[in-house]
Structure formats: C-alpha cells, structure tokens
C-alpha cells in the first residue's frame, strides 16, 4: 500500500463528529421532564389506590375522640379523621378543639357527595377535597368495625370498664392485657356484639371458658373470657347473630379446667385482626364506648 492509500484509510477510518450542544441540551430537557413526569404519575396511582388502614394506625384515644364527636355533633367519625389525614396532622396536635372546630364546616351533611362543597369552606382546594375523599375510602375497614354492632351487655345490665389494655398481667409469665375487662355481676347475661361465626369454645387456661367469634362482615376475631356457663352448647362452625345470647359472666380461669375464683366477676372483652395462632390484638376500649352509646 502507498503512502497516500495509507493516508487516505487512515482518515476514514479515524472520523470526528461534532456535537450540537443545542440539540444535546434540549435532549437532556426533555428526558428529565418525562421522568419527572413518570415520577408523578406513579405516586398519584400510588396514592389513589391507598391500602385500608388498621385500627393500630390510630392512637386508641384519638379513634374515641372522633366517635364522640360524631354523636355531639353528627358529623360522620371517619370524615375528621379523613382530613387529619390528608393534612398529615402530627399526634401532638391531633385535639377535640381542632375537630370540633372542623366538624362545624360539616354539619348538616347528609349526602357523602356533597363533601367537596362543605370542605370549601374549610379548604376550597380541590386536591384537598381529593385526597381527604381518598382517605375515607381508606377508612372503610375501620367503620366495619365500628358499626352495626352492639355493646356485649344487655341495656339494663350494670357494670363499669376502664381501659385497661396494655396493662401488665403476670399469671402465666410476664404479658400485657389484651383485651378491656368488663366488671359487673357474676351470671349476666353476654350477647355478640356482631353476626359471625364461633371459632373457638371450651376451656382455656388463661380464659376459663371462653368463645372466639369470627365477624362476619368485618372478619375481625372477637374473644369472650371467664364466662361462668354457655347459652347452649355452642361449638365451632356454629352460626350467631348480633344481639344473640352466648353466655354468662364468671370468674373461670387461671387454671386447670374448673378453676373458679381467682379474680372478682368480670367480662373479658378482646378484639384481634388475623387467624389463630397469629392473631394480633388492637384496643376495644373506642368501641365499647362507641357501641355503648
């Protein structure tokens, strides 16, 4: 090969390109945007398909908060947590006074539709008004929960609770209450408080006799302890009804089967999300007096 044929391949084969930092730049541009824009699109999808929140979310003296003023002040209990929510409001300014002041802008609301208009004059920002509606839908399972069931007592029944749950226990090594116990006399009457179906009977060593009722439309695990008899011979797969006679308080437990004595009559009442063996306990207390009322 000559020496200029050489040149010549060697010019073709080394090719400079020069770059329009121009075009480069308004590229560059338009690709952020587009992520950006990707970004925002999957959040939005994200938060408009929120999961259902579980009562453990709230603090149990806040969910009690709510329930009472909706019974002073008939604004439904889920739209004042629902804009607590939207607003991302910290626990230590979660109060009566700031939901009070809230459930004035909703009173006389009786269509769930006409939220966005009784919001406006709260916060006439309709991404607001969005996303409060997002935390409602969010709240559903909570209200589940909360209605259409009925205090384990009967009305004329006498009785006092506290909330005790969280509170320790030592019987069987070192644990925390589960549950609120409910004092009255021994030999009242315990109704379910929801229709469902028994999941467990018989005894129980911390329980004494006990039932576990499955809800029916809530799916929640419902425990009755330290009864004195059952109303029948209830067993499990056996189908109950809201407001159904299940049994009898007592004070059975804390030992082998018969044990009687140990404490004063009482109900214990428990709640639980899940299945035996991983069930996970929330506070009844916000219930009870929601139901109670």
Known sequence: MSLSSRSSYTARRYRYYVVNRKRLTLFLITAALFIIFLVLLILNLISSHKGQYTVDKFVSGDLLMYFELEKEMDVPWYYLAAIDLAEDIPETEISRERSAGIALHLTGMKNPEDLSDFLSSYNNSKSFHRKVEREVKALSHIRLIAEDKIFPFATNAEYTYEDGYGDPRSYGGRRSHEGIDIMTDHGVPILSVCDGEIEKSGWNELGGWRLGIRGAKDNIYYYYAHLSRYEGDPKPGDKVKK????????????????????????????????????????NPYPFLMAWER
């Open 243 to 282: 407001g159904q006679l299940i049994g009898y308080v007592g004070d059975s437990g804390y030992g082998q089967e018969g044990t009687t004595g140990e404490f004063l009559p009482h109900l214990h009442f428990g709640m639980y999300y899940g299945k035996e063996g991983k069930l996970r306990p929330f």
